[in-house]
């Protein structure tokens, strides 16, 4: 039976997050033309995995999906409210890869004490768009191509001060969390 592991990412992950969003590059599922060199990737993994968030989904050690949390750029100085961008490899739609990564990254950000999270999806990413709408997002509006959905979060501390960044949460809560984002891809 294939091995299936959803998890934080580190640095060392980025050859392999890389191939999966290479392809995406030059898309209109993709905010970049072309992929970036992958010493430039790895920093950009370093600058927000211990801020904000990445999470990576492995079949047999293999990355096939990764997300990651951004500022929000309708509020960049929001703590509470972040921009996601989820990555499945093209031959891993459909197996609940995409489900699994936002299952996990959803329950970080709650036990982070984060409040609302946003996505951007073109609007002639249809796929995308019916993902994140079946997770629960909702329309909040429309920029140039793109149509910005959003999900409000039930923050664990609503009451918090500063979100708790990720690597800081609890092992009591990550592990649960992680090992339950593991049972919903399809092998």
Not at 52 to 66: A, K, M, N, R, S
Request: proline letters at 7%; charged letters at 25%; hydrophobic letters at 35%.
């Amino acid at each position: 039976m294939p091995r299936v592991a959803v998890r934080r990412v580190n640095e060392w992950d980025g050859p392999s997050m890389l191939k999966v969003y290479t392809p995406y590059t030059g898309t209109a599922c993709a905010p970049e033309k072309e992929p970036p060199e992958l010493q430039a990737y790895i920093q950009r993994i370093d600058t927000y995995t211990y801020g904000l968030g990445w999470i990576l989904c492995e079949i047999d050690c293999q990355t096939v999906g990764f997300c990651h949390l951004t500022e929000n750029r309708l509020d960049p100085k929001n703590l509470f409210s972040v921009e996601m961008q989820l990555y499945v490899k093209e031959d891993c739609r459909g197996m609940g890869v995409g489900r699994a990564l936002w299952s996990l990254m959803r329950d970080i950000m709650e036990y982070g004490s984060r409040r609302e999270v946003f996505v951007r999806v073109n609007r002639e990413n249809t796929p995308g768009m019916a993902f994140f709408q079946a997770m629960g997002f909702a329309p909040w509006g429309e920029e140039g191509e793109e149509t910005l959905l959003r999900y409000a979060l039930n923050p664990v501390d609503p009451e918090a001060e500063r979100p708790v960044k990720p690597y800081l949460i609890d092992k009591f809560d990550y592990e649960p969390a992680r090992e339950k984002a593991a049972t919903l891809v399809r092998v």
